[in-house]
């Protein structure tokens, strides 16, 4: 079974759960049935980018979010089983929240996010 595959279905598995979705759940949203997003999950398919966005878009996280990290492939390597972070997790909360909000408003919280970025350096 290729790694990175098995990774991907695991942070997929990982970040819906963390979301509180089911797996029918989760294929209404992107538009699979249930079964192939278990598949992802199990990694017994290979699935397209495509297939990833509409995932991803499911989930309000960005495509780059499914991907395991390099950390992650070199921890497994090692046969510790990847997990995902607490700050991945309020990071994905956050986006959550983010993906609901105008422009106008996330250009508020942007500059409150720079401000207090430059505050801490």
């Given at each position: 079974?290729?790694?990175?595959?098995?990774?991907?279905?695991?942070?997929?598995?990982?970040?819906?759960?963390?979301?509180?979705?089911?797996?029918?759940?989760?294929?209404?949203?992107?538009?699979?049935?249930?079964?192939?997003?278990?598949?992802?999950?199990?990694?017994?398919?290979?699935?397209?980018?495509?297939?990833?966005?509409?995932?991803?878009?499911?989930?309000?996280?960005?495509?780059?979010?499914?991907?395991p990290s390099q950390e992650?492939?070199?921890?497994?390597?090692?046969?510790?089983?990847?997990?995902?972070?607490?700050?991945?997790?309020?990071?994905?909360?956050?986006?959550?929240?983010?993906?609901?909000?105008?422009?106008?408003?996330?250009?508020?919280?942007?500059?409150?996010?720079?401000?207090?970025?430059?505050?801490?350096?």
């Amino acid at each position: 079974m290729n790694t990175f595959i098995r990774l991907l279905g695991d942070r997929v598995r990982k970040l819906r759960k963390a979301q509180g979705l089911s797996q029918e759940k989760l294929g209404e949203k992107a538009g699979f049935d249930y079964r192939y997003i278990g598949f992802i999950e199990q990694a017994r398919v290979n699935p397209t980018i495509k297939t990833l966005e509409k995932v991803a878009n499911a989930l309000n996280v960005y495509l780059c979010d499914l991907c395991p990290s390099q950390e992650d492939l070199n921890k497994n390597k090692k046969g510790v089983p990847a997990q995902i972070t607490e700050r991945e997790k309020i990071l994905s909360k956050i986006m959550r929240h983010l993906n609901k909000i105008d422009n106008n408003k996330l250009k508020n919280i942007e500059r409150i996010i720079k401000i207090t970025v430059e505050n801490d350096n």
